[in-house]
């Protein structure tokens, strides 16, 4: 099974139960989250109670009350970096080091996925990548020395994916998009020293707003995720290094 199936055919059976879900109290469940989780969570709409969406988050790539020129502008290189990319042929200016096994750790619940990754150096810094490519996704995580950087991922040209790191953990901007066209997002929400804070907004094919949640104070949201996880892969342990992967 191709890896990106799986994991949707995963969040899917995972989510079943929980779309349109509410409380005791009849308060609207945020349907990614474990619902125990959620005491200090403000849900104003799911997929199940959608509402129109104001032009303020129109959810447009060039919605600068959304994205600020500066990501703008590296959306747009991204796709450019990665436009001629693979696991053993990496971005200018970069050095092949060699393939080795990483893993996608999943909390909720808990199992991981093995793959290979292609490595690679900045010949003139202390930056490196790390690349994945499966059928016609490729999963790209950039560090530099101080542990900066981004994951992203690509399909066919199309930003679908992009989260923003600082010295190590989930810090930025976290946005989903591509998957209807190039010239719009999914989801949007801001990380700050690995926890989501404020907005968390989704948005369907039609632009309309199927998830709205306001998070009132910095929330573990990978911790208490269900069937999501975050791009960031890790090493195998080495008394793992010999299993064999899982089909790409």
Known sequence: ???????????????????????????????WLLPESQSNIVVTANPEHPIPCPLAYTNLISNTNLFTPAEQKIFTEIVQKYKNVTTNTG????????LEMRQWNINNPPFNIKFPVGCFVYTNSGAHEEIAYYARTLVAMFRTQSGDGYNVQLDRGRLLTYLEYRSGVLDGLSMEG????????????????GKIVGKF?????????????????PFDFLKYSVGKFDLAWDKVPA?????????P
Do not use: Y
């Open 1 to 31: 099974m191709k890896l990106p199936n799986l994991i949707l055919i995963l969040s899917l059976l995972l989510l079943d139960n929980l779309f349109g879900q509410t409380n005791q109290t009849g308060r609207l469940i945020f349907p």
């Open 178 to 193: 591509g998957i209807f066209d190039a010239d719009h997002c999914t989801e949007w929400a801001r990380f700050v020293n």
């Open 91 to 98: 971005p200018s200016g970069t050095t092949f080091t060699g």
């Open 239 to 247: 008394t793992q290094t010999n299993s064999a992967p899982s089909t």
């Open 201 to 217: 907004i989704g948005w369907n094919q039609g632009g309309a707003i199927i998830m709205q949640a306001e998070f009132k104070e």
